[in-house]
């Protein structure tokens, strides 16, 4: 399920505000997506496209840049933002099952945002901690060695 | 003067021009490097990192379709490191993909294939099962086109063709890292993502990470079904490359073994697209000359292309008022083949299978247009491309070049050099002046239009007919209608008649056309090549203006009494549709 993402006028407007400011320096497009992340939480199809005519770049390309940079999303996040890893040291030991877990738990699957915009689930790829596999991270917070039961007690925690 | 640079690749001295890079100073004499993402002038970012050589003095490997050249540079192309390297690269690739090729739209064509070949790759990740598989993604929703993410090598040639061919830069990578795609944004469903058809992405691709709908099974079930009559035209532009795909130069001419191929396939009727460019060139004509003599919304706009259509509907819909309201010659043919021909040879049209061959992609979206069809048919039951029909030609074991050449049978099959140049960018253009000036002046007037021929991306001419001055331009290609019509928007001159395709090079370079190797892309100038054999045929046929062909003349007496007259207007005419795209609800 997708969060509703809150699109008003004024929101547009102020986009529209900053873009014009970007387009006088050379290389728009980074600094407006900057913007556009910043305004609505995240940039979503209809806010490419305004952006898509404005400056003159296809969808497709912004959304490229919008993927590529973990900083950008297309869809809005929620509060707290749960990875779990994925790489390979992580996943032989199990954090599939934690993905799992997780996703069972929230009912949302890897990409997704809970309807109370609580928590975000992302799979991310190694992020150097292998010692400690499997690994997850709950706002940039590393929990090494983890369960099934842990990561179901954690959950519990920000819940509340 | 050029100045040359002397170099030595594989002990062999050479001089070749200075901006030369290695690849191409190896190419020149006949060392050919291997290669998966570089197509010249289109995508040249290297990164498959296949074209690596070694250059004295210099750590590492280097990829020779990035390197320049310098003086006294000595290359190796082979040793075993570089051949390590490029068999581990290949195994990679081959471990991630999905091999279908027995029925992949590339199963002849494949630059990825040729290379595992060329080494003798194996493919033990695969076999291993190393690696979590990629998740494959399809994108097949389109009446026109399928993204096929299993079967490609995330290259990037067809997000730069899509980017400097159309202008429109639909394709882009998604995601980075082990879950990079190549597609529309999000994987959006590319009808509603702004992609006109023109498949250039397709001719760009090495692999068959993107193809056009493979409709052959619909053949083949009309073929099998007793109560059917397979009826079918053939575009202008088909007989100038098909024989491509049978091992004939690019720029032969393969028209009377084409016709003898499809009866071979069991075909019944075989009438030719080039007699319907005829027709449209007289419904056009007096369009065009209703318009410029009663005020009509000028200038008025060549409706053939579908890639255009698409173009229009989509970018510029407030300019719909100036398309022609004609349909393509594809839809005329069908419209006629349902009614007038279905008429005379006897037939139920609901018992017509109506096939059409042609070098266009578009075209397949074109045909299910919900305006296309009368009394629940459809005027076009089945496009194929120029390489679908060769596909079938091979796995028939059709001996294509050995077939006694034939004639096409039934009325709707003669023609003149007027409907055959429609297949190149300026020849619809040529075609209608020949008739609209010879009508306004009452008088013989000349044949050829040279200025508007050859490969410019907007060519413009003005001719005075009847004491006018009348403008007219060419377009062809996305990128050059982009630029044409930001200058037509801005600019104080009239024009009156503008000709738009949606392919570079008009329909002999359209998207379902046969597919020319990157190599031989940089080799041979295609587009050229392939018109030539269109001028050729317009320059040896009897008639060359569309109003002398005879078979036009009775078609107008028996049935259409007269040009643009009500009848015409039901069965050739048509209307179009504002579009929108990136309509986040319809996903
Ligand atoms: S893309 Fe090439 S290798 Fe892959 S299935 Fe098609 S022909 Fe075979
Ligand atoms: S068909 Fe043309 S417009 Fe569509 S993605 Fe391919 S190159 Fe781009
Ligand atoms: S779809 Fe084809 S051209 Fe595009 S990146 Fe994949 S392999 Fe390359
Ligand atoms: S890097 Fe040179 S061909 Fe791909």
Redesign the interface.
Not at chain 2, 168 to 178: A, E, K, P
Not at chain 2, 183 to 186: C, D, H, N, R, S
């Given at each position: 399920m997708e969060t509703k993402v809150d699109i008003t006028n004024e929101k547009i407007d102020l986009l529209y505000a900053e873009m014009e400011k970007h387009k006088q320096k050379s290389g728009p497009l980074m600094p407006t997506l900057h913007s556009a992340q910043r305004i609505f939480g995240c940039i979503?199809?209809?806010i490419?496209?305004i952006i898509s005519k404005e400056l003159d770049?296809?969808?497709?390309?912004?959304?490229?840049v919008v993927?590529?940079y973990g900083h950008f999303s297309?869809v809005p996040k929620g509060k707290n933002i749960i990875s779990v890893c994925l790489g390979t040291a992580c996943?032989v030991k199990g954090s599939g099952g934690i993905l799992d877990t997780v996703s069972h738990e929230l009912k949302i699957s890897v990409g997704e945002t809970t309807d109370d915009g609580l928590f975000t689930l992302e799979g991310t790829?190694c992020i150097g901690a292998c010692g400690l596999a499997p690994v997850f991270m709950i706002n940039g917070e590393v929990y090494g060695n983890a369960s099934v039961q842990m990561v179901k007690d954690i959950i519990a925690k920000y819940k509340t | 003067m050029q100045k040359l640079i002397n170099l030595t690749i594989d002990g062999i001295n050479l001089s070749v021009p200075e901006d030369f890079t290695v690849m191409q100073a190896a190419d020149s004499i006949g060392i050919s490097v291997p290669r998966l993402c570089f197509l010249k002038g289109i995508h040249e970012e290297s990164n498959c990192r296949l074209c690596i050589v070694k250059i004295e003095g210099q750590n590492g490997l280097k990829t020779s379709c990035s390197t320049k050249v310098q003086e006294g540079m000595v290359v190796e192309t082979d040793n075993e490191e570089i051949y390590e390297n490029v068999c581990f690269n290949l195994e990679l690739l081959a471990g991630n993909h999905k091999f279908e090729c027995w029925k992949c739209s590339r199963e002849n064509s494949c630059e990825f294939l040729d290379l595992l070949r060329r080494f003798n790759v194996d493919n033990d990740f695969s076999n291993l099962d190393l690696f979590?598989p990629k998740e494959i993604k399809m994108n097949k929703t389109s009446d026109a086109m399928v993204i096929d993410t299993s079967k490609c090598v995330l290259c990037g040639r067809c997000v730069s063709a899509c980017?400097k061919q159309s202008g429109?830069?639909?394709?882009?990578?998604?995601?980075?890292?082990?879950e990079t795609y190549v597609?529309?944004?999000?994987f959006?469903n590319l009808e509603d993502?702004?992609c006109i058809y023109c498949g250039k992405c397709i001719q760009a691709c090495p692999t068959g990470g993107l193809r056009a709908q493979d409709h052959i099974k619909f053949l083949e079930r009309a073929l099998r079904d007793k109560e059917k009559v397979v009826i079918c035209q053939v575009a202008p532009a088909v007989r100038a490359a098909l024989g491509e795909e049978f091992g004939y130069p690019i720029g032969t001419n393969v028209e009377g073994q084409m016709f003898a191929a499809l009866k071979k396939i069991g075909i019944n009727e075989i009438i030719d697209t080039n007699f319907t460019a005829d027709l449209t060139i007289i419904e056009e004509g007096h369009e065009f000359i209703n318009r410029l003599q009663n005020g009509g919304v000028l200038p008025m706009f060549t409706s053939c292309s579908p890639g255009w259509i698409n173009y229009l509907e989509i970018y510029y819909p407030e300019l719909i008022p100036n398309l022609s309201s004609c349909k393509s010659p594809q839809q005329m043919a069908g419209a006629l083949i349902k009614t007038y021909y279905a008429e005379k040879l006897g037939v139920d049209p609901k018992n017509i299978f109506s096939l059409s061959i042609m070098p266009c992609v578009a075209k397949k979206a074109e045909a299910t247009r919900p305006e296309f069809g009368r009394d629940g048919y459809r005027d076009v039951d089945c496009v194929l491309t120029t390489r679908e029909i060769a596909r079938m030609i091979r796995h028939r074991g059709i001996p294509f070049r050995d077939l006694e050449p034939m004639k096409p049978f039934g009325d709707l099959s003669r023609y003149t050099g007027a409907g055959s140049i429609f297949g190149v960018t300026g020849g619809v253009m040529e075609a209608a002046l020949r008739t609209v000036t010879e009508i306004l002046e009452g008088k013989t007037s000349p044949i050829e239009f040279k200025e508007i021929r050859g490969l410019a991306d907007i060519k413009e001419a003005t001719y005075k007919v009847a004491g006018v001055d009348v403008n007219v331009a060419v377009v062809h290609g996305g990128a050059g209608i982009k630029a044409f019509i930001k200058h037509m928007k801005t600019t104080d001159k009239q024009y009156h008649f503008v000709e738009f395709m949606g392919c570079t090079g008009g329909c002999i370079n359209g998207g379902g056309q046969p597919i020319v190797s990157a190599i031989n892309q940089e080799k041979y100038d295609v587009r050229t090549l392939r018109s030539q054999v269109l001028y050729d045929i317009d320059a040896k046929t009897e008639f060359r203006k569309s109003h002398e062909n005879p078979a036009i003349k009775a078609l107008y007496s028996e049935f259409l009494n007269e040009p643009n007259s009500h009848k015409s207007h039901e069965l050739l005419h048509t209307v179009y549709r504002k579009r929108s795209f990136?309509e986040?609800e319809k996903k």
């Open positions: 979503p199809i209809e490419q496209k770049i296809s969808v497709a390309r912004i959304n490229g993927t590529f297309v996943y790829r | 979590a980017e429109l830069g639909i394709l882009n990578f998604n995601h980075r890292g082990s597609g529309p944004a999000l959006h993502a702004g990136y986040v």
